[in-house]
Each structure stands twice: as structure tokens, then as C-alpha cells.
Antibody
């Protein structure tokens, strides 16, 4: 059974930093891309960042580029999101998601999510 | 990137059939797979349709997905509505290293 368990959320002041973790089990972690998706209170889903199975390729939404860093430790079956220079608008529940990445000629042509964690709440406020 | 537009809300009675649309703003809806995610109140999203019309194991066959090139849209149809289907539904596709979500549709079963 696939399980994804996020941790590391909490209250942080504007300009501060936080590192989220996602512990994965029930599948061969290194064989799959992974993503972070967030949901601000009362709002819809917003893709944040993605990383390939090897960790060699990373992708970011424009809203977090330069502030957030996604990484993974395949020996620990764990996904991370380092969040710096946090803003009030980063307040959200952050979900990690096991991802399906379909490539053609080395280019990603399809990308979606098949399993989701329960999420961890990040609140940015003074 | 393109946008995916969904109705803000839909409602229907138990036992009936409801269809939720997801319209792509530019480019062909057939260019990239469309997925549908269900999010019940207070819970994480789950996948109910992937690759336009495929159901994950465990998702009842009351849920079906389709795409329509003439309207450049995807649809999620839920038949035999149950109260447990009341949830937010999001469509999602992909473009240029970005996963794109629709704004979500609140389904009320009353």
C-alpha cells in the first residue's frame, strides 16, 4: 500500500524558512517522480514543484522559483521542500504526491499524480 | 501556459447523473491527458480519473471521464449519485514543465 506522510509544517514569520519532509513507502521510491502541491485556505490546488526519480531534474512554479528548493534522498525514501523567504501568500496545506511522468524523446509530455499524502499546514504570519 | 476552467458549483439529487466540465483555454484538449481528483471536506485529494478516461482500482464505475475536441473540454460524469460523492472536483493537465489545475467544482448532492 502506498503511503505518503508529510511533516515539518508550522507557524513561521514572514521572511523565515521551513523544511517540509514526505516519507514514502509501499513503492520503489527512486523509480518515480514526486511533487509538492499546495492549497491555500478555502482555495484550489496549486502545483508547487516537481523532481525526477533520480533527483537530477527539478521544476518550480513561477510563484516559488528562487525561494523554494525541492530535493529527495532515495536512500531514505524521503522527499523534501526547503522553503525560504516565506510570504503570507505561501500559507497553505502542502501535499506531497507520487507522480507519473511520461516522456517522449527525453521530453516530459504527460504528468499527473496518482497518490497523495494527507498534507501539512504551513502558516506564515507575524 | 493554458488555463482550465471549471464551473464553480453544481448540484444534483441522489441517484441522478451529473457532468462537470473542464475547458482548456488554448491548445488542444487532446494534446495532454486530463485527470480528475476528488477532495472531500477536510481530506486530501484522491485520483478518480487519469489519462482522460481511466479509473484507478477501487474507484466505482459510476465515475467516467471523456474529452471533446469540438468544445476543447474534458468532462467528469458521475452516475447514480450518492451523498458520499459530495466533494470538490479538480481537473488537471500538463504543459511545458507545469502541472495545471482547474479552479475546482463543488458538487452538492441534495
Amino acid at each position: 500500500e502506498v503511503q505518503l506522510v508529510e511533516s515539518g509544517g508550522g507557524l513561521v514569520q514572514p521572511g523565515g524558512s521551513l523544511r517540509l519532509s514526505c516519507a514514502a513507502s509501499g513503492f520503489t521510491f527512486s523509480s518515480y517522480a514526486m511533487s509538492w502541491v499546495r492549497q491555500a485556505p478555502g482555495k484550489g490546488l496549486e502545483w508547487v514543484s516537481a523532481i525526477s526519480g533520480s533527483g537530477g531534474s527539478t521544476y518550480y512554479a513561477d510563484s516559488v522559483k528562487g525561494r523554494f528548493t525541492i530535493s529527495r534522498d532515495n536512500s531514505k525514501n524521503t522527499l523534501y521542500l526547503q522553503m525560504n523567504s516565506l510570504r503570507a501568500e505561501d500559507t497553505a496545506v502542502y501535499y506531497c504526491a507520487k507522480s507519473i511522468e511520461i516522456t517522449f524523446g527525453g521530453v516530459i509530455v504527460q504528468y499527473y499524480f496518482d497518490y497523495w499524502g494527507q498534507g501539512t499546514l504551513v502558516t506564515v504570519s507575524s | 501556459n493554458f488555463m482550465l476552467t471549471q464551473p464553480h458549483s453544481v448540484s444534483e439529487s441522489p441517484g441522478k447523473t451529473v457532468t462537470i466540465s473542464c475547458t482548456r483555454s488554448s491548445g488542444s484538449i487532446a494534446s495532454n491527458y486530463v485527470q480528475w481528483y476528488q477532495q472531500r471536506p477536510g481530506s486530501a485529494p484522491t485520483t478518480v480519473i487519469y489519462e482522460d478516461n481511466q479509473r484507478p482500482s477501487g474507484v466505482p464505475d459510476r465515475f467516467s471521464g471523456s474529452i471533446d475536441s469540438s468544445s476543447n473540454s474534458a468532462s467528469l460524469t458521475i452516475s447514480g449519485l450518492k451523498t458520499e460523492d459530495e466533494a470538490d472536483y479538480y481537473c488537471q493537465s500538463y504543459d511545458s514543465s507545469t502541472a495545471v489545475f482547474g479552479g475546482g467544482t463543488k458538487l452538492t448532492v441534495l
